[in-house]
């Protein structure tokens, strides 16, 4: 007949709970990015639309203190102005556009702006 030693199962749970954590990495690192309030948006020409976005971390927070940096994705886009750094886009002259938020090597889905004539 054999016998364990005792203490053999509580170090092979904390082994095993080691090794999920390796495997997982940190779960306060920042996987997605989110677009709150989906990826359609529409302005005015003459209005001003600031654009944000959250983080999502391994665990499922969401964060709203990331520093996202803006791009316009469609180059000839004419119809709003963005700034980069704060996400505030201007509408131009009727016409749209598509933007997408990047921080490190995410992304968020592509938004759609489309700036319509002022009434």
Known sequence: ???????????????????CGSLLGDPDRIIALEVPGGTNRSLNVGDTLVLAARAITARG??????????????????????????????????????VQGSYREL???????????SR
């Open 1 to 19: 007949m054999s016998r364990r030693p005792k203490g053999l199962g509580l170090l092979s749970a904390a082994a095993v709970f080691w090794a």
């Open 61 to 98: 927070e969401r964060l709203n203190s990331v520093s996202v940096e803006w791009a316009v994705i469609d180059t000839a886009v004419t119809a709003f102005s963005l700034d980069p750094a704060s996400g505030t886009v201007v509408g131009l002259q009727p016409g749209s556009g598509r």
């Open 107 to 117: 992304k968020t889905d592509p938004i759609t702006i489309t700036v319509l004539a």
